[in-house]
């Protein structure tokens, strides 16, 4: 079985010491009674909280997905991805195939349009929750599920009308929203396009090879030479490009270094990046 690094372990940490710190985490989030961003709703669902808009976005549906499979908590993870299923899924019209990336905590959608990040955090969760528990019945056949949102990530012009893919098939690059001609730094994951490469439908596993190699590519065009800061969001040139604030550096910004760190902690085909 392959090992990772753990830096923690390397700095003299305890193994015990890490497993409370990360069960602890786990806990506060979803189930301390003043900090949880984690709520059930009914018999089957949950959602994630984003408490600063009082909303469920996809991001934080899957992100709360990716928890609930490394900690082992079918439980979680089957109730977050019916909520996403019963309230975010797209059943008609170009977004179909597609989650409205916010709904109100009552499921009501705020936004009918997607946000890729959370496709691609969707895909990765559900492939890992198929590798972990095995695919169940509908809409629990993690593999099938995931199969089919990369299906339409990348060929939504050809499977709905008006529809517009997530990926830019000229260079592969993610968009920042699929009508989009620019992109986001913090969306491109070449670590999770590696395992789409290996798990997606088999007609499509070149294409996501070559977006692993591309993503890798543009990260170096995207971040800064000497600070290794990222913009916000990014012309496909890597150029900063102001949006919806001052700002160059902000939420989105934050996740690339955990993002080069886990590609070069999984892969390690960058040592530049890495």
Not at 39 to 55: A, C, K, S, V
Not at 63 to 88: C, E, N
Not at 115 to 130: I, N, R, V
Request: include cysteine; proline fraction near 5%; charged fraction near 30%.
């Amino acid at each position: 079985m392959r090992t990772y690094p753990n830096l923690f372990l390397e700095l003299g940490i305890s193994q015990e010491e890490i497993d409370k710190k990360i069960n602890d985490t786990f806990e506060t989030m979803f189930f301390d009674p003043e900090e949880r961003i984690y709520f059930e709703m009914g018999d089957d669902m949950g959602y994630m909280l984003d408490t600063g808009n009082n909303d469920a976005r996809t991001e934080g549906m899957s992100y709360g997905m990716m928890m609930a499979v490394q900690m082992d908590r079918k439980d979680i993870f089957d109730r977050l991805w019916l909520f996403s299923k019963t309230y975010m899924y797209q059943k008609s019209g170009k977004y179909k195939g597609y989650f409205a990336w916010s709904v109100a905590p009552d499921g009501s959608k705020n936004a009918e349009g997607p946000a890729p990040d959370g496709e691609e955090y969707f895909a990765m969760a559900l492939f890992f929750a198929s590798e972990r528990w095995g695919d169940g019945e509908e809409p629990f056949n993690y593999s099938v599920q995931a199969r089919e949102i990369l299906r339409h990530c990348i060929h939504q012009d050809e499977l709905v009308e008006g529809g517009e893919p997530m990926w830019d098939n000229t260079n592969y690059y993610i968009k920042f929203v699929p009508e989009a001609d620019f992109t986001d730094p913090s969306y491109h994951l070449p670590h999770f396009y590696e395992i789409f490469a290996q798990r997606s439908d088999p007609q499509d596993r070149e294409f996501w090879k070559k977006a692993a190699e591309e993503s890798r590519k543009y990260l170096h065009l995207a971040c800064h030479p000497i600070t290794g800061m990222a913009p916000e969001y990014a012309e496909y040139d890597g150029t900063p490009k102001r949006l919806f604030r001052e700002a160059q550096f902000y939420s989105d910004s934050y996740r690339v270094a955990m993002n080069i760190g886990l590609d070069a902690a999984w892969f390690n085909k960058d040592e530049s990046l890495g």
